[in-house]
């Protein structure tokens, strides 16, 4: 009450937005397994998913051809959306975020369906989590992601060996004929 009033010159002055702002949703499509939990759980039914199923190759030889869904569309509805978050909260890959862009105004509400290509783009505008705390345990995701690369860097310097091994043992039969 004490405090004069500011006028915020918004077009030209971009606001200073909090942390944990909600503008629209980023979809990391990678992350992103078809699995329509979130299409499902929202209250608005804003979200659309179309997809296929396509035939995987055995991983091994002997191994049995697997089939996995292929994202065709995935398109939110901003007309109809109501920034409740649950879609964000459902989805069990990590596929949807929070990205704190507020400036995507339209003259036609046909143009706030937003396709998987602008949802991706709004992906890297994502903030940063916070930092994990320092004395907590490293999360399991992170781990077994570690392990993994080790184990692959590992077989990657073995095969590299076994096969400068194999080239100098061909050299020295090479140098024996002659």
Known sequence: MMKKTVTAQYPDVQPELPPRTRGVIGLFEENCTVCMLCARECPDWCIYIDSHKETVPPAAPGGRERSRNVLDRFAIDFSLCMYCGICIE??????????????????????????????????????EPPALDPKAEEPKEIAAARKAAEKAAEKAAAEKAAAEAAAQVGLEAQEEQQ
């Open 90 to 127: 459902v989805c069990p890959f990590d596929a949807l975020f929070w990205s704190p862009e507020f400036e995507y105004a339209e003259t036609d509400i046909h143009e706030l369906t937003h396709e998987r290509d602008k949802l991706r783009e709004w992906m890297w505008t994502v903030p």
